[in-house]
T-cell receptor
Framework: NAGVTQTPKFQVLKTGQSMTLQCAQD?????MYWYRQDPGMGLRLIYY???????DKGEVPNGYNVSRLNKREFSLRLESAAPSQTSVYFC????????????FGPGTRLTVL | QKEVEQNSGPLSVPEGAIASLNCTYS??????FFWYRQYSGKSPELIMS????GDKEDGRFTAQLNKASQYVSLLIRDSQPSDSATYLC?????????????FGQGTILTVHP
């Protein structure tokens, strides 16, 4: 039972390159989320998927796209990376119900040069 | 005003003391509140959740919620060096928010022997 997994753990990109961050969960949760964490700024929501087949923008969606491939997988794509996207990216999942906690993956540390 | 604001740190307490972490929020419709602990280089992990006014205790941790005054706090009794981490306050607006969490910027706690 792996919980929430993210790949890769680390990545270095050059400005303008593209990449996809992968997130998978085996917890059978309906909702999945992508956050970024910058020093001193807590976590900010990029995109979320309330259920399979739906996605919606969060607080900071510019420069990103997402795909909810199936119930287990939720990917985040950077089409043309910029230095401002240097951050730690966390995927999280949550079972249905407002009062339930979110479970976080281990994170991906991305540096854009 | 930020949606979720935590007391500025870093906070330093001696081993065995009580650490007090505070969080204020602006959205009166917020329904559920969470405290996450994040060790350096790791992902956030839930330590407390609270939904009703009053106190909720779990071992050395006590969460306090006052919806009228729009604050939530976390007390850590008998603080240990292993409690040294960043503590993140988060809230869920409920309703159609699809479980989205809004995070504070975090408070760094250091417990010194």
């Amino acid at each position: 039972n792996a919980g929430v997994t993210q790949t890769p753990k680390f990545q270095v990109l050059k400005t303008g390159q593209s990449m996809t961050l992968q997130c998978a969960q085996d917890m059978n949760h309906n909702s999945m989320y992508w956050y970024r964490q910058d020093p001193g700024m807590g976590l900010r929501l990029i995109y979320y998927s309330a259920s399979e087949g739906t996605t919606d923008k969060g607080e900071v969606p510019n420069g990103y796209n997402v795909s909810r491939l199936n119930k287990r997988e939720f990917s985040l794509r950077l089409e043309s990376a910029a230095p401002s996207q240097t951050s730690v990216y966390f995927c999280a999942t949550k079972p249905t119900g407002s009062y339930n906690e979110q479970f976080f993956g281990p994170g991906t540390r991305l540096t854009v040069l | 005003q930020k949606e979720v604001e935590q007391n500025s740190g870093p906070l330093s307490v001696p081993e065995g003391a009580i650490a007090s972490l505070n969080c204020t929020y602006s959205d009166r419709g917020s329904q559920s509140f969470f405290w996450y602990r994040q060790y350096s280089g790791k992902s956030p992990e839930l330590i407390m959740s609270i939904y009703s006014n009053g106190d909720k205790e779990d071992g050395r941790f006590t969460a306090q919620l006052n919806k009228a005054s729009q604050y939530v706090s976390l007390l850590i009794r008998d603080s240990q060096p292993s409690d040294s981490a960043t503590y993140l306050c988060a809230l869920n607006a409920g309703g159609t928010s699809y479980g989205k969490l809004t995070f504070g910027q975090g408070t760094i706690l250091t417990v010194h022997p």
